[in-house]
């Protein structure tokens, strides 16, 4: 099984969620897309000596390097209540979620790079007779206008990255990318270089900051809808689409076209236009 957990000191882009209304109608997507998904799954937090519910579940596409995430409400908590403000504006992507060996270490850097931090919370959620545990810090809610970003750490990656999952339909191999829309992209850029305390790369009409696995990429809507044929659903700045890297664009278009799921080729890549039951985009590459 691939190693997912950084040493200590990198930061690896971890996953990215879709923030659904509906679990099953977003599931079916994601799975007409060529994706094969987790069980369902109640998350619950551990406070004290008691499990408490967090007030969401979710499935998920295990990949090679990171994952993919479908997250609905199961319950009233305030976690669930961002959840459906989320959902308000739009179903699709609210997620930028980091790894890193110590996510306490990350916790206290993030408030002094200016962040409002939350206290480190211990998550966990049921993988058979035992649990999967992740320690996350998190920022305080609206700190970023794309939806949620934090960091993690992993303490039972066999748990989460089961072998018999890691093999789609449509050959998706890493969670690459996560692509953001900007009217002003220089903001973006600089929260996001503070963050991740990695710096921004300037590339032409777009800016990247690269991580030791995997990166973020930040363009304006113009060059956007030019370039990939991509409009943001939701208002700028904002999430717009997770790069996938997968062994075959031929694989992965039988897929989609299978599935119902509109697609095209653009700039080397082959871009899926998702239903409004999941959000968002899709953009694979090889």
Same mark, same amino acid.
């Given at each position: ?90 179903? $699709?992507?609210?997620? @930028?979620? /980091? !790894?890193? %060996?110590?996510? =306490? ?7 002094? *790079?200016? +962040? ?11 993988? $058979?007779?035992?649990? @999967?545990? /992740? !320690?996350? %810090?998190?920022? =305080? ?7 949620? *970003?934090? +960091? ?135």
């Amino acid at each position: 099984m691939p190693n997912q957990l950084p040493s200590p000191g990198e930061v690896f882009l971890d996953h990215t969620a879709f923030f659904v209304p509906a679990m099953e109608e977003a599931a079916d997507a994601l799975e007409r897309c060529g994706f094969r998904l987790s069980p369902f799954t109640i998350q619950t937090n551990r406070e004290g000596d008691e499990t408490v519910p967090s007030g969401t579940g979710n499935r998920c596409a295990m990949l090679r390097n990171g994952y993919l995430e479908v997250l609905a409400v199961t319950s009233d908590t305030p976690l669930s209540a961002q959840l459906k403000e989320r959902i308000a504006d739009h179903p $699709g992507l609210h997620l @930028a979620a /980091f !790894t890193t %060996a110590d996510a =306490a270490a990350e916790h206290r850097r993030l408030a002094e *790079a200016g +962040f409002p931090t939350l206290p480190l919370v211990d998550m966990r959620r049921p993988v $058979g007779d035992d649990f @999967a545990r /992740f !320690t996350i %810090a998190r920022i =305080a809610h609206g700190t970023m206008p794309e939806g949620r *970003a934090q +960091f993690l750490t992993h303490h039972t990656e066999p748990l989460v990255w089961l072998p018999d999952m890691l093999d789609h339909p449509n050959g998706a191999e890493a969670l690459s990318a996560l692509w953001i829309a900007a009217d002003d992209p220089a903001e973006p850029v600089a929260r996001y270089a503070r963050f991740t305390g990695r710096p921004a790369i300037p590339k032409g009409p777009m800016t990247t900051i690269d991580l030791d696995r995997g990166r973020i990429v930040i363009m304006t809507p113009a060059f956007l809808a030019q370039t990939y044929g991509i409009t943001p659903v939701g208002k700028p700045p904002c999430l717009v689409a997770a790069a996938i890297r997968v062994g075959s664009l031929a694989a992965v278009k039988q897929c989609l076209d299978s599935g119902g799921i509109p697609s095209r080729f653009a700039h080397r890549s082959l871009v899926a236009d998702l239903p409004a039951t999941l959000g968002d985009a899709l953009v694979f590459h090889t």
